[in-house]
């Protein structure tokens, strides 16, 4: 079993849609938590960091941990095309090494 | 400020040849962690670097190696390429606490024949 699960997807929506996208995880030590952003070709890209169980907002953006249940989302708003890319959650136990999941795709469909 | 920067972004290259990929970080930031990125594997962390120093490694053959310069550039070098070994190499600097994030480059694509 992975550390990490994620479904990969692909997930596909209409323009403007909410995007629910989930992590499961198994290590109690993970402490920290991100959501990378990655298109084609390029490199991940940081969308959201958090440290604590609760809720995190950023624009369009709100990242939630519950640590309780070993559970982390990311919740996208009124999404758009541009937002079509793969998102990978990734944790860390603060030795230094991310731990990501497999990646979802999404595509936003105008 | 200047981002993660990776050289060169491409490389082919047959088996038994080694390679050396380079990775500045972004100004400031002392840490650099390498890794490697399949569609079948998804992102694996290699290595990480602090000071000059490697503080975590990952599950990786000793084929694969690397260091950190005084400056904090980072090289990593894999010896006696295998065909697995094709795959988009991401380098990520952070300042330097070990929890802090990670910015990631564009990455070097490598492409073992």
């Known amino acids: 079993q992975k550390e990490v699960e994620q479904d990969p997807g692909p997930l596909s929506v209409p323009e403007g849609a909410i995007v629910s996208l989930n992590c499961t995880y198994s290590?109690?030590?993970?402490?920290?938590f991100m959501w990378y952003r990655q298109y084609s070709r390029k490199g991940p890209e940081l969308l959201m960091y958090?440290?604590?169980?609760g809720n995190k907002e950023d624009g369009r953006f709100t990242a939630q941990v519950d640590k309780s249940s070993k559970y982390i989302s990311l919740f996208i708003r009124d999404s758009q095309p541009s937002d079509s890319a793969t998102y990978l959650c990734a944790m860390s136990d603060g030795t230094g090494k991310l731990i990501f999941g497999q990646g979802t795709t999404l595509q936003v469909k105008p | 400020k200047a981002g993660v920067t990776q050289t060169p972004r491409y490389l082919i290259k047959t088996r038994g040849q080694q390679v050396t990929l380079s990775c500045s970080p972004i100004?400031?930031?002392?840490?650099v962690s390498w890794y490697q990125q399949t569609p079948g594997q998804g992102l694996q962390f290699l290595f990480e670097y602090f000071s000059e120093t490697q503080r975590n490694k990952g599950n990786f053959p000793g084929r694969f190696s690397g260091r950190q310069f005084s400056n904090s550039r980072s090289e990593m070098n894999v010896s006696t390429l295998e065909l697995g070994d094709s795959a988009l190499y991401l380098c990520a600097s952070s300042l330097d606490f070990l929890g802090d994030t990670q910015y990631f480059g564009p990455g070097t694509r490598l492409t073992v024949l």
């Open positions: 958090t440290y604590s169980s």
């Open positions: 100004s400031g930031h002392r840490s």
């Open positions: 290590n109690s030590a993970f402490q920290y």
